[in-house]
Protein backbone atom coordinates (compact mmCIF):
# COMPACT_ATOMS: atom_id res chain seq x y z
CA UNK A 1 0.00 0.00 0.00
CA UNK A 2 2.97 2.40 1.10
CA UNK A 3 4.51 1.59 -2.18
CA UNK A 4 1.60 2.27 -4.13
CA UNK A 5 1.22 5.45 -2.10
CA UNK A 6 4.45 6.70 -3.40
CA UNK A 7 4.02 5.75 -7.24
CA UNK A 8 1.03 7.93 -7.18
CA UNK A 9 2.52 11.10 -5.89
CA UNK A 10 5.43 10.68 -8.26
CA UNK A 11 2.49 10.31 -11.14
CA UNK A 12 0.82 13.65 -10.11
CA UNK A 13 4.54 15.84 -9.17
CA UNK A 14 5.30 14.47 -12.98
CA UNK A 15 2.34 15.81 -14.27
CA UNK A 16 2.45 19.25 -12.50
CA UNK A 17 6.49 19.37 -12.85
CA UNK A 18 5.68 18.96 -16.85
CA UNK A 19 2.82 21.05 -17.49
CA UNK A 20 3.54 24.43 -20.02
CA UNK A 21 1.26 27.01 -20.52
CA UNK A 22 0.78 29.35 -22.77
CA UNK A 23 -1.33 32.46 -22.98
CA UNK A 24 -1.66 34.37 -26.99
CA UNK A 25 -3.14 37.74 -27.18
CA UNK A 26 -4.65 38.48 -30.54
CA UNK A 27 -5.84 41.69 -31.88
CA UNK A 28 -8.41 41.09 -34.84
CA UNK A 29 -6.97 42.56 -38.13
CA UNK A 30 -9.82 45.82 -37.95
CA UNK A 31 -9.86 47.74 -41.58
CA UNK A 32 -11.55 50.63 -39.83
CA UNK A 33 -10.16 50.99 -36.15
CA UNK A 34 -6.03 49.93 -37.35
CA UNK A 35 -3.74 51.61 -39.66
CA UNK A 36 -3.43 49.07 -41.99
CA UNK A 37 -3.50 48.28 -45.85
CA UNK A 38 -6.99 47.11 -45.86
CA UNK A 39 -8.12 43.51 -46.37
CA UNK A 40 -11.60 42.16 -47.71
CA UNK A 41 -14.27 43.31 -45.55
CA UNK A 42 -14.80 39.73 -44.09
CA UNK A 43 -11.21 39.18 -43.17
CA UNK A 44 -10.95 42.79 -41.44
CA UNK A 45 -13.91 43.17 -39.47
CA UNK A 46 -12.46 43.46 -36.40
CA UNK A 47 -15.56 42.72 -34.46
CA UNK A 48 -16.17 38.95 -36.37
CA UNK A 49 -13.72 36.34 -35.08
CA UNK A 50 -15.61 33.94 -37.32
CA UNK A 51 -14.06 35.44 -40.23
CA UNK A 52 -11.32 37.21 -38.92
CA UNK A 53 -7.76 37.34 -40.83
CA UNK A 54 -5.60 35.98 -37.18
CA UNK A 55 -8.83 33.92 -36.01
CA UNK A 56 -11.36 32.37 -38.08
CA UNK A 57 -9.37 32.54 -41.53
CA UNK A 58 -7.57 29.54 -42.44
CA UNK A 59 -4.44 30.46 -40.96
CA UNK A 60 -5.79 32.03 -38.06
CA UNK A 61 -4.71 31.10 -34.59
CA UNK A 62 -8.23 29.35 -33.93
CA UNK A 63 -8.68 27.59 -37.29
CA UNK A 64 -4.82 26.58 -37.77
CA UNK A 65 -4.61 25.13 -34.46
CA UNK A 66 -7.91 23.23 -34.63
CA UNK A 67 -6.62 21.93 -38.08
CA UNK A 68 -3.47 20.64 -36.66
CA UNK A 69 -2.59 16.96 -35.68
CA UNK A 70 -0.05 18.28 -32.53
CA UNK A 71 -2.90 20.56 -30.99
CA UNK A 72 -6.15 19.13 -29.65
CA UNK A 73 -9.37 21.64 -29.18
CA UNK A 74 -10.29 21.23 -25.68
CA UNK A 75 -13.47 24.07 -25.20
CA UNK A 76 -14.79 27.94 -25.58
CA UNK A 77 -14.85 29.66 -22.36
CA UNK A 78 -16.96 32.72 -22.01
CA UNK A 79 -15.72 35.49 -21.21
CA UNK A 80 -16.39 38.10 -18.63
CA UNK A 81 -14.49 40.93 -20.19
CA UNK A 82 -16.44 42.80 -23.08
CA UNK A 83 -13.30 43.68 -25.02
CA UNK A 84 -12.78 39.74 -25.98
CA UNK A 85 -14.90 38.22 -28.54
CA UNK A 86 -14.16 34.46 -28.41
CA UNK A 87 -11.87 32.62 -25.50
CA UNK A 88 -10.37 29.27 -26.37
CA UNK A 89 -8.25 26.51 -24.86
CA UNK A 90 -6.26 23.87 -26.88
CA UNK A 91 -3.89 21.11 -25.00
CA UNK A 92 -1.38 19.97 -26.81
CA UNK A 93 -2.05 15.95 -27.62
CA UNK A 94 1.55 14.24 -26.82
CA UNK A 95 2.63 16.99 -23.74
CA UNK A 96 1.11 18.37 -20.50
CA UNK A 97 1.06 21.72 -22.56
CA UNK A 98 -1.94 24.14 -22.65
CA UNK A 99 -2.71 26.45 -24.80
CA UNK A 100 -5.33 29.64 -24.09
CA UNK A 101 -6.02 32.29 -26.80
CA UNK A 102 -8.11 35.28 -26.62
CA UNK A 103 -9.74 37.30 -29.59
CA UNK A 104 -9.88 40.52 -29.43
CA UNK A 105 -12.35 43.09 -30.95
CA UNK A 106 -9.98 44.78 -33.20
CA UNK A 107 -10.96 48.40 -32.15
CA UNK A 108 -9.37 47.43 -28.72
CA UNK A 109 -5.77 46.74 -30.15
CA UNK A 110 -4.48 48.95 -27.64
CA UNK A 111 -6.39 47.26 -24.64
CA UNK A 112 -4.46 44.07 -26.01
CA UNK A 113 -1.28 45.26 -26.30
CA UNK A 114 -1.14 46.51 -22.93
CA UNK A 115 -2.67 43.10 -21.52
CA UNK A 116 0.09 41.23 -23.39
CA UNK A 117 2.37 43.16 -21.91
CA UNK A 118 1.26 42.92 -18.40
CA UNK A 119 0.68 39.31 -18.34
CA UNK A 120 4.44 39.87 -19.81
CA UNK A 121 5.71 41.15 -16.52
CA UNK A 122 4.49 38.62 -14.56
CA UNK A 123 1.29 40.56 -13.75
CA UNK A 124 -2.60 38.73 -13.43
CA UNK A 125 -3.48 35.59 -13.38
CA UNK A 126 -6.48 34.04 -15.24
CA UNK A 127 -7.50 31.01 -13.53
CA UNK A 128 -9.05 28.47 -16.02
CA UNK A 129 -11.25 25.16 -15.40
CA UNK A 130 -10.28 22.50 -17.53
CA UNK A 131 -11.48 18.89 -16.38
CA UNK A 132 -11.60 19.53 -13.50
CA UNK A 133 -7.95 20.77 -12.87
CA UNK A 134 -7.09 24.67 -12.44
CA UNK A 135 -4.90 26.33 -14.47
CA UNK A 136 -3.84 29.58 -14.20
CA UNK A 137 -2.93 31.87 -17.34
CA UNK A 138 -2.19 35.62 -17.77
CA UNK A 139 0.96 36.34 -15.75
CA UNK A 140 1.56 33.05 -14.11
CA UNK A 141 2.47 31.89 -17.88
CA UNK A 142 5.21 30.63 -19.22
CA UNK A 143 5.09 32.09 -22.78
CA UNK A 144 2.93 35.14 -23.53
CA UNK A 145 2.47 35.53 -27.52
CA UNK A 146 1.34 38.56 -29.12
CA UNK A 147 -0.34 38.19 -32.54
CA UNK A 148 -1.88 41.07 -35.20
CA UNK A 149 -0.79 44.42 -36.04
CA UNK A 150 1.86 46.21 -34.23
CA UNK A 151 -0.26 49.03 -33.07
CA UNK A 152 2.74 50.97 -31.22
CA UNK A 153 3.53 52.30 -34.45
CA UNK A 154 -0.17 54.81 -34.32
CA UNK A 155 0.07 54.61 -30.26
CA UNK A 156 2.42 55.12 -27.39
CA UNK A 157 1.69 53.17 -23.98
CA UNK A 158 1.47 55.14 -20.42
CA UNK A 159 2.32 52.06 -18.39
CA UNK A 160 4.63 51.14 -15.38
CA UNK A 161 6.00 47.75 -16.14
CA UNK A 162 8.11 45.61 -13.84
CA UNK A 163 8.47 42.08 -13.27
CA UNK A 164 6.48 40.87 -10.77
CA UNK A 165 8.40 37.91 -9.80
CA UNK A 166 11.94 36.02 -10.70
CA UNK A 167 9.59 33.34 -12.85
CA UNK A 168 11.01 33.10 -16.28
CA UNK A 169 8.40 34.30 -19.02
CA UNK A 170 9.18 33.86 -23.15
CA UNK A 171 7.68 35.93 -25.33
CA UNK A 172 6.92 36.17 -29.21
CA UNK A 173 5.56 39.56 -30.72
CA UNK A 174 4.24 38.40 -34.48
CA UNK A 175 3.36 41.94 -35.67
CA UNK A 176 5.35 44.40 -38.28
CA UNK A 177 8.76 45.47 -37.08
CA UNK A 178 7.56 44.56 -33.56
CA UNK A 179 11.39 44.20 -32.09
CA UNK A 180 11.88 47.95 -32.53
CA UNK A 181 8.36 49.14 -31.20
CA UNK A 182 8.22 46.74 -28.36
CA UNK A 183 11.24 46.23 -27.04
CA UNK A 184 11.20 49.85 -25.04
CA UNK A 185 8.40 48.19 -23.25
CA UNK A 186 9.29 44.69 -23.36
CA UNK A 187 13.05 45.46 -21.37
CA UNK A 188 10.86 46.73 -18.71
CA UNK A 189 8.75 43.52 -18.21
CA UNK A 190 11.85 41.06 -17.62
CA UNK A 191 10.32 38.81 -19.93
CA UNK A 192 12.58 37.07 -22.79
CA UNK A 193 12.19 37.88 -26.25
CA UNK A 194 12.22 34.62 -27.94
CA UNK A 195 10.70 35.74 -31.72
CA UNK A 196 10.12 39.04 -33.10
CA UNK A 197 10.17 41.11 -36.25
CA UNK A 198 12.48 43.30 -37.79
CA UNK A 199 10.08 44.17 -40.84
CA UNK A 200 6.89 43.93 -42.07
CA UNK A 201 5.31 40.67 -41.85
CA UNK A 202 1.87 38.97 -42.27
CA UNK A 203 1.42 38.00 -38.37
CA UNK A 204 -0.55 34.48 -39.56
CA UNK A 205 -0.62 31.23 -36.87
CA UNK A 206 1.49 28.48 -38.90
CA UNK A 207 4.71 30.72 -37.10
CA UNK A 208 3.55 30.96 -34.11
CA UNK A 209 2.81 26.88 -34.16
CA UNK A 210 6.01 25.93 -35.64
CA UNK A 211 7.99 28.12 -33.31
CA UNK A 212 6.06 26.19 -30.23
CA UNK A 213 7.04 22.90 -31.60
CA UNK A 214 10.36 23.78 -30.73
CA UNK A 215 9.71 25.41 -27.89
CA UNK A 216 7.56 22.29 -26.11
CA UNK A 217 10.62 20.09 -26.77
CA UNK A 218 12.65 22.85 -25.10
CA UNK A 219 14.99 23.87 -27.76
CA UNK A 220 16.89 26.88 -27.44
CA UNK A 221 15.90 30.08 -28.23
CA UNK A 222 18.48 29.91 -31.98
CA UNK A 223 16.85 26.89 -32.67
CA UNK A 224 13.39 28.18 -32.08
CA UNK A 225 13.82 31.13 -34.13
CA UNK A 226 15.09 28.98 -36.60
CA UNK A 227 11.47 26.77 -36.88
CA UNK A 228 9.56 30.25 -36.92
CA UNK A 229 11.68 31.37 -39.85
CA UNK A 230 11.43 27.90 -41.60
CA UNK A 231 7.71 28.20 -41.15
CA UNK A 232 7.16 32.04 -42.08
CA UNK A 233 9.49 30.57 -45.62
CA UNK A 234 7.70 27.54 -46.52
CA UNK A 235 4.02 29.24 -46.64
CA UNK A 236 5.16 33.03 -47.57
CA UNK A 237 8.14 31.61 -50.19
CA UNK A 238 10.72 34.24 -48.98
CA UNK A 239 13.72 32.47 -49.10
CA UNK A 240 15.51 31.27 -45.65
CA UNK A 241 18.16 34.03 -45.78
CA UNK A 242 14.89 37.09 -45.92
CA UNK A 243 13.19 34.73 -43.03
CA UNK A 244 15.92 34.59 -41.29
CA UNK A 245 16.63 38.72 -41.19
CA UNK A 246 12.86 38.65 -40.52
CA UNK A 247 12.92 36.74 -37.79
CA UNK A 248 14.86 36.84 -34.58
CA UNK A 249 15.73 36.20 -31.25
CA UNK A 250 16.84 37.97 -28.52
CA UNK A 251 18.19 42.04 -27.61
Known amino acids: ?22 HVFVALCDNVHQGIVPVSKALGNG ?9 GALYG ?16 IPSNNPKILER ?16 YDGKYIKQT ?20 KKLNFGGSSDLLAYVGHDGLMEFNLDIQLQPKNTKKRDAIMLACISKDY ?3 YLEKTGANPLVWSTGLMSPEAYTLKWALDGWILNESDAEIRERAAKAYHTYQKCGMRGARRLLVTGY
Open 113 to 132: TIDFLKASSGEGTEQININN
Open 47 to 55: QNPRTNLYW
Open 61 to 76: VKTHFKRSKDWEFVKT
Open 182 to 184: FKP
Open 88 to 103: IVFKHKTTNTYLLADA
Open 1 to 22: MKQLVTIIIFCISCTVYGQKKI
